[in-house]
């Protein structure tokens, strides 16, 4: 089985930036595949906040579109989401899958953004 695996969250105030890694473990990786990162709140379910396809063009939620970056590496079998200039409503926990969620999701990342 491939297990999402992601990192780099932490807290930080308005204004900073992270970012997160997303990567897998087990027999399988990143490449060929679309990759989505996906934010979770509490008591709500998870949404999209970015994707990049294995070829082609990066996609932005409204949320965080002209803060965000989202780039991948498939030799160091990665995907990164740079956010800047967060904001208290970035915080959550953040996953990353394919778009069909074949990868078993990892225990995500946890971003909190204080005022």
């Known amino acids: 089985q491939v297990y999402a695996v992601e990192s780099g969250g932490g807290s930080v105030q308005v204004g900073g930036s992270l970012r997160l890694s997303c990567t897998t473990k087990?027999?399988?990786?990143?490449?060929?595949?679309?990759i989505h990162w996906y934010r979770q709140t509490p008591g709500k379910q998870r949404e999209f906040v970015a994707s990049?396809?294995?070829?082609?063009?990066?996609d932005y939620s409204a949320s965080v579109v002209g803060r965000a970056a989202i780039s991948r590496d498939d030799a160091q079998n990665t995907v990164w989401l740079q956010i800047d200039n967060l904001k208290p409503e970035d915080t959550g926990v953040y996953y990353c899958?394919?778009?069909?969620?074949?990868?078993?999701w990892g225990q995500g990342t946890q971003v909190t953004v204080s005022p």
């Open positions: 899958n394919t778009r069909a969620g074949s990868f078993a």
């Open positions: 087990g027999e399988g990786t990143i490449r060929l595949y679309d």
């Open positions: 990049i396809p294995a070829f082609g063009i990066p």
